[in-house]
């Protein structure tokens, strides 16, 4: 799967986008969002900790509970501030 | 930008669109005189979806004639265009308020991210919760 970052997540991780294989037993977003935490902490601890974390997967708002393949694209980004 | 009111004034069909209703929003100094400028960033791909999607329910909502949005992403100046809407209908009440409508959810649901760029530093803009509030008056009523 792809992975995408925005705004200040993006300059807390260093990258825009990365390529990961889902990880096994990961079948929602909010899985998906435990499993970075947990196997990343160094790099995810700051995110999560930078408030609410929204999620898109291929281009869409999702939510907790969406569920996850291997070809989708995941974005996480903060509330959006355009306008 | 410049022209987007011309062209949008362009598409109104003689004799049934009787408003065109525009606003432009600029980047404004929220820091006390220290702002530079704003720094645009967006979701390509997504951010275009969204305001796709923004349009429709607006055209859905009001019996319009068109609709044009535009937002500009990169480095922005204080005192520049940032963004803009128009909406073409028969009658001016339905444009303001589709305006007005499309303007609340694009603070909201589109995704661009402002960071600022001061004399003293950089930062990123949190979001509003009046944001919030105004966008879910449309949705109350």
């Not at chain 1, 990365?18 to 947990?38: H, I, N």
């Not at chain 2, 606003?23 to 969204?50: C, I």
């Not at chain 2, 429709?56 to 009001?62: C, F, G, K, P, S």
Request: hydrophobic residues 40%; aromatic residues 8%.
């Amino acid at each position: 799967m792809q992975l995408k970052y925005f705004a200040r997540y993006r300059e807390m991780l260093g990258c825009g986008e990365e390529q990961m294989e889902l990880p096994t037993g990961v079948t929602t977003v909010s899985e998906l969002l435990a499993w970075l935490q947990q196997s990343q902490p160094e790099r995810f601890d700051q995110v999560f900790a930078a408030g609410s974390v929204l999620t898109a997967v291929n281009e869409e708002m999702a939510k907790a509970d969406t569920p996850l393949s291997d070809n989708d694209t995941v974005a996480l980004f903060p509330p959006v501030t355009g306008g | 930008m410049e022209d987007a009111s011309a062209e949008l004034k362009s598409r109104a069909v003689p004799g049934a669109d009787g408003a065109l209703v525009t606003f432009t929003g600029l980047v404004r100094d929220n820091a006390a005189g220290n702002l530079q400028s704003l720094e645009l960033e967006h979701y390509p791909g997504m951010t275009e979806k969204s305001l796709q999607r923004i349009a429709n329910d607006a055209l859905t909502r009001w019996t319009l004639g068109g609709i044009s949005i535009i937002h500009r992403v990169g480095s922005l100046p204080v005192g520049s265009r940032i963004v803009f809407c128009g909406v073409l209908s028969a009658h001016r009440q339905a444009a303001f308020d589709a305006c007005n409508y499309v303007m609340d959810h694009l603070k909201t649901d589109a995704p661009f991210w402002k960071k600022e760029i001061r004399s003293d530093g950089a930062e990123w803009v949190e979001k509003r919760v009046a944001d919030d509030q105004a966008r879910d008056r449309w949705e109350a009523g």
